[in-house]
């Protein structure tokens, strides 16, 4: 980024964090699930076709994914692998007829507090100008 750049305004970095924050906390539990194995989880997978076997993988992936996101110089790279992850919750849950709109919602968060937090990324999308 140019150093001749407009500083970011506050609110920009203030609201990008919270954004990042709430899906972070979200999912971090979700892969905490994961690895705990509490007796719905299994029911909860059940439901969805997946193995128990699976568990733990998956909490490594989502936990993984995370924290890129969580790091300043990985956030691009996270928010892409979160992407393909809430992607596939959200292929999951249309399998089998569940409601389907959270994988999306969090996915379309994601994005919108990266878009906040990034300036690189405002100069490369459209609506910016």
Partial sequence: MPTDAAPQP???TVTGWILTVAPCAML?????MKFLR???LAEQFDKLGYPAGV?????MVEATCTALFLLPPTRVLGAILLTGYLGG???THVRINDPWF????LGVVVWLAL????????ALLPITR
Avoid at 28 to 32: F, P
Wanted: charged fraction near 15%.
């Fill in 55 to 59: 568990w733990t993988p998956l909490g």
């Fill in 10 to 12: 506050k609110w920009m």
């Fill in 102 to 105: 959270m994988p999306v919602v």
């Fill in 115 to 122: 878009f906040l937090r990034d300036a690189r990324l405002r």
């Fill in 38 to 40: 509490p007796p719905n």
């Fill in 89 to 91: 919750a959200t292929a």
């Fill in 28 to 32: 971090a539990m979700s892969a905490t």
